[in-house]
C-alpha cells in the first residue's frame, strides 16, 4: 500500500501561514519517523516563526509543532526530487 503521509512546512508571520514546502513518505523514508525524530522548540530565539504539520494517509492533519529555522530546513532538504518528463527546452501542446 502506498503510504501518502507528509509533513507540510511553513512558516507564520502576522497571523498568515506561508507554505514554504512538503515532504512526503517513500520507500527511502518515513516522514512518521522524521517527524518523531524533531524536537518541538516552543519560545527559544531561534524558533522565529517556523512549524511542521503532520498530515496521515487520508490527508487529515494530525499534528503541529513549532521548530527551529535549522530543522525546518532540514525538511526542506528532504523534498521529493522531480525529474523533468521531457527533456527537451521547449514546450510541446497536445
Known sequence: M????RIE???KVA??????GETCSSD???VI????SLPHDN?????????LSL???DGRCIGEKPVTLSDAESVLERQPKYEPIHSSEQLAFL
Open 15 to 20: 497571523g498568515e501561514r506561508i507554505l514554504l
Open 9 to 11: 512546512v511553513w512558516y
Open 33 to 36: 519517523n522524521l517527524w518523531v
Open 43 to 51: 519560545g527559544s530565539p531561534e524558533q522565529q516563526g517556523y512549524y
Open 55 to 57: 498530515f496521515a494517509d
Open 2 to 5: 502506498l503510504s501518502q503521509s
Open 28 to 30: 527511502k523514508m518515513d
